[in-house]
């Protein structure tokens, strides 16, 4: 089964930078598209950026251009950068599948956007 560790995350200023690291246990080619999502406090989960096997990406509107999705097959990581950092971006990140597997939901990372 597949395990997913995500971590990179912190508390940062607004305007800052974070760059989250999803490491899998095993392989994610095997995975059509891999994704990051968020859930702020209140809120449902949300899928944040997604990226497909072959390198497509897509963004939810309200980070596009801010976020940049990556994933590296051979070392079996997805990575989520993060740049011009609101506070509205507060939340846990998760990475999963796309679509998301039930059971692999890790714990995220809480990244913290103060102000």
């Known amino acids: 089964q597949v395990q997913l560790v995500e971590s990179g995350g912190g508390l940062v200023q607004p305007g800052g930078s974070l760059r989250l690291s999803c490491a899998a246990s095993?392989?994610?080619?095997?995975?059509?598209?891999m994704a990051w999502y968020r859930q702020a406090p209140g809120k449902q989960r949300e899928l944040v950026a997604r990226i497909s096997n072959g390198g497509n990406t897509n963004y939810a509107d309200s980070v596009r251009g801010r976020f940049t999705i990556s994933r590296d097959n051979a070392n079996n990581t997805v990575y989520l950068q993060m740049n011009s950092l609101k506070p509205e971006y507060t939340a846990v990140y998760y990475c999963?599948?796309?679509?998301?597997?039930?059971?692999?939901w890790g714990q995220g990372t809480q990244v913290t956007v103060s102000s």
């Open positions: 095993g392989s994610i080619s095997r995975f059509y598209a």
């Open positions: 999963n599948t796309n679509p998301a597997q039930p059971n692999y």
